[in-house]
């Protein structure tokens, strides 16, 4: 018999949990969330008692026994920047995310969930690859003013997951190899893999091209302008850069798929969006192609945007000058958190601590 894992990614519209033996996925599940449900809490942490109790009855409803589980592990939140990897959940780390999150992020549940159901069986609770794993270069960290640090918030996880998959099926290892992956879902963010350390990326919540959701990086002097007119509150202007952003702000959806059909149905402004969301994709890769001076080994697109063969065409096209392009559509999370766990149980790596 094989270890069971329980694994829990919580995102910004859906829950996705999986129940492993060893890397054999038993089942998944993807609990969606409206946004009426969603945008009944001021802030992340005020979901977890919603999602947690949702994860359980979708447990119950499959019948599945949760003594039988030897380990729990979540997505890993927007704590303090860490390097990546395996880690216990902690008082340290759970405070940190409850009361002092980088951002707030649906990652930011994954590890109290996480423990909220280990504890009462007796058995670890682990993060992998968090949205803050920062393994940034020093000169990539400067922005243009000493009071503002570039930061990372990205899709970690994920980004790794599928850069180690696709050496694995290149015969290669993931540290002889310098990619660029380029995660395209709610929100976008473009990583350097240098070696196997991601030595630059956009911070998918603020920097970058706009997303479904997100405004992205904006012009400075009139956001400054849009701040301080006295019309928006703190919290008003954050939903705009967050959540109502990008195509919801354009269109009023973050729905790519409804974008598309609009577009292609005679909507020009649709048509118009969206391309402007390409156009804005393919500029941010080709920026952060200099980071390995235009010697990239594959470029990878990943992320549940990806599907959308519109999108990848049209970016192919713009890009694939700068380096062969592989297609790896929406996500290989959950299998890497389970793997993550697995290594630690099998003695293959040691959890750290979070401090």
Same mark, same amino acid.
């Given at each position: 018999?094989? =270890?069971?894992?329980?694994?829990?990614?919580?995102?910004?519209?859906?829950?996705?949990? #999986?129940?492993?033996?060893?890397?054999?996925?038993?089942?998944?599940?993807? %609990?969606? /969330?409206?946004?009426?449900?969603?945008?009944? =809490?001021?802030?992340? !942490?005020?979901?977890?008692?919603?999602?947690?109790?949702?994860?359980?009855?979708?447990?119950?409803?499959?019948? !599945?026994?949760?003594?039988? @589980?030897?380990?729990?592990?979540?997505?890993?939140?927007?704590?303090?920047?860490?390097?990546?990897?395996?880690?216990? +959940?902690?008082?340290?780390? @759970?405070?940190?995310?409850?009361?002092?999150?980088?951002?707030? /992020?649906?990652?930011?549940?994954?590890? *109290?969930? *996480?423990?909220?159901?280990?504890?009462?069986?007796?058995?670890?609770?682990?993060?992998?690859?968090?949205?803050?794993?920062?393994?940034?270069?020093?000169?990539? &960290?400067?922005?243009?003013?000493?009071?503002?640090?570039?930061?990372?918030?990205? /899709?970690?996880?994920?980004? &790794?997951?599928?850069?180690?998959?696709?050496?694995?099926?290149?015969?290669?290892? =993931?540290?002889?190899?310098?990619?660029?992956?380029?995660?395209?879902?709610? #929100?976008?963010?473009?990583?350097?893999?240098?070696?196997?350390?991601?030595?630059?990326?956009? /911070?998918?919540?603020?920097? #970058?091209?706009?997303?479904?959701?997100?405004?992205?990086?904006?012009?400075?002097?009139?956001?400054?302008?849009?701040?301080?007119?006295?019309?928006?509150?703190?919290?008003? %202007?954050?939903?705009?850069?967050?959540?109502?952003?990008?195509?919801?702000?354009?269109?009023?959806?973050?729905?790519?798929?409804?974008?598309?059909?609009?577009?292609?149905?005679?909507?020009?402004?649709?048509?118009?969006?969206?391309?402007?969301? %390409?156009?804005?994709?393919?500029?941010?890769?080709?920026?952060?192609? +200099? +980071?390995?001076?235009?010697?990239?080994?594959?470029?990878?697109?990943?992320?549940?945007?990806?599907?959308?063969?519109?999108?990848?065409?049209?970016?192919?096209?713009?890009?694939? !000058?700068? #380096?062969?392009?592989?297609?790896?559509?929406?996500?290989?999370? @959950? @299998?890497?958190?389970?793997?993550?766990?697995? &290594?630690?149980?099998?003695?293959?790596?040691?959890?750290?601590?979070?401090?």
């Amino acid at each position: 018999m094989g =270890y069971k894992i329980l694994v829990i990614n919580p995102g910004s519209t859906s829950t996705k949990i #999986g129940v492993f033996e060893d890397e054999k996925l038993i089942f998944e599940e993807t %609990i969606r /969330h409206s946004a009426e449900e969603i945008h009944k =809490y001021d802030v992340i !942490f005020d979901q977890y008692e919603f999602r947690k109790d949702l994860i359980l009855e979708a447990l119950e409803k499959k019948s !599945f026994d949760l003594k039988s @589980l030897d380990v729990v592990v979540g997505r890993g939140g927007a704590m303090k920047p860490v390097e990546g990897g395996t880690y216990a +959940v902690n008082d340290a780390m @759970l405070y940190d995310l409850e009361f002092r999150p980088q951002v707030q /992020h649906a990652s930011n549940l994954g590890a *109290a969930i *996480a423990v909220e159901i280990a504890k009462p069986l007796g058995i670890p609770a682990f993060i992998i690859d968090p949205v803050v794993v920062d393994e940034l270069e020093d000169v990539a &960290r400067i922005s243009g003013i000493p009071l503002i640090e570039r930061k990372t918030g990205f /899709h970690a996880l994920n980004q &790794r997951a599928i850069a180690k998959r696709f050496a694995r099926e290149q015969g290669k290892g =993931y540290t002889e190899l310098d990619l660029i992956v380029v995660h395209i879902g709610g #929100g976008v963010s473009v990583g350097v893999h240098k070696k196997g350390r991601i030595v630059d990326v956009n /911070h998918a919540t603020h920097e #970058g091209p706009f997303t479904p959701e997100r405004a992205g990086e904006l012009p400075t002097e009139p956001l400054a302008q849009l701040c301080f007119s006295g019309k928006y509150s703190m919290n008003e %202007i954050r939903k705009m850069l967050v959540g109502k952003g990008g195509m919801a702000a354009y269109l009023g959806t973050n729905d790519v798929r409804e974008v598309e059909q609009r577009a292609f149905s005679g909507d020009d402004k649709a048509k118009l969006i969206l391309d402007a969301f %390409i156009y804005q994709v393919a500029k941010e890769i080709g920026k952060y192609s +200099v +980071v390995l001076c235009g010697e990239v080994d594959a470029i990878i697109l990943t992320g549940g945007v990806a599907y959308s063969k519109y999108i990848t065409d049209s970016l192919i096209k713009m890009i694939s !000058f700068i #380096g062969p392009i592989f297609l790896y559509p929406g996500e290989d999370e @959950l @299998l890497a958190l389970a793997q993550g766990g697995l &290594r630690v149980l099998k003695g293959e790596e040691e959890a750290k601590e979070y401090k």
